[in-house]
């Protein structure tokens, strides 16, 4: 079945830490997402990605970083410049059409915690 | 600015009775407009979509949205809740002032649907 996958399930991170989460799609989608989750405010874009070795910052990049040297992947890092990374970070693809009319696909998420 | 609005933090309806759950946009030109779900430590799940034509949109599991122009609405609607419909729904529209498939996403909602 084609989908996404999201690992760690869970994530901790100690103090000063760098942490990656790792995306991976097998749907063939070029364009692929990475959101913030936090209780009441809904998602929000960190990093996006429309094709290979190109992506752009989204609404929250700060303290983040991310890589795209593969159609299937899409890692997150968390740097220890984001302060506050305790959250539920969801991945999506979608095909790269020019009506822009396609849904997302999520995998299930990542949640991070600080030690 | 674009925005999406869902008004109500959480709805509680009883299993068998119609449930609606609210939203309203902003955006310039034509809303792409989305309804997801989302259960307990997992992903979004796409419901349904408007891009254009008949005015009442029908998805999955039953549910369906209607769009309304003029009050620049797109409710969610199902003739007979579930008690295992009982989730977080986020109403999205698709950024208009970008040439990709980035979505802006609402605050979502909690359905509770009691037996």
């Known amino acids: 079945d084609g989908g996404i996958t999201q690992s760690p399930k869970y994530l901790f991170r100690k103090e000063g830490q760098n942490v990656t989460l790792s995306c991976e799609q097998n749907?063939?989608?070029?364009?692929m997402y990475w959101y913030r989750q936090d209780p009441g405010q809904g998602l929000r874009l960190i990093y996006y990605?429309?094709?290979?070795?190109?992506?752009q910052k989204g609404d929250i990049a700060e303290g983040y970083s991310v890589s795209r040297e593969k159609k299937e992947s899409f890692p997150l890092t968390v740097t220890s410049a984001q302060k506050n990374p305790t959250a539920f970070y969801l991945c999506?693809?979608?095909?790269?059409?020019?009506?822009?009319?396609?849904?997302?696909?999520f995998g299930d998420g990542t949640r991070l915690s600080i030690l | 600015a674009q925005s999406v609005a869902q008004p109500e933090d959480q709805v509680n309806v009883a299993e068998g009775n119609p449930l609606t759950v609210k939203c309203t946009y902003s955006?310039?030109?034509?809303?792409?407009l989305f309804w997801y779900v989302q259960y307990p430590n997992r992903g979004l799940q796409f419901l349904l979509k408007?891009?254009?034509?008949?005015?009442l949109v029908k998805g999955s599991y039953g549910f369906e949205a209607e769009f309304n122009k003029s009050q620049t609405s797109f409710h969610l609607k199902k003739p007979s809740a579930l008690v295992s419909d009982s989730a977080l729904y986020f109403c999205?529209?698709?950024?208009?002032?970008?040439?990709?498939?980035?979505?802006?996403f609402g605050q979502g909602t909690t359905l509770q649907v009691k037996p």
């Open positions: 749907l063939n989608h070029d364009a």
């Open positions: 955006v310039s030109g034509n809303p792409y």
């Open positions: 999205a529209v698709r950024d208009q002032t970008s040439n990709t498939g980035k979505l802006i």
């Open positions: 990605s429309q094709i290979v070795n190109d992506f």
């Open positions: 408007y891009i254009t034509g008949d005015n």
């Open positions: 999506a693809s979608s095909p790269r059409d020019r009506s822009s009319n396609q849904p997302q696909h």
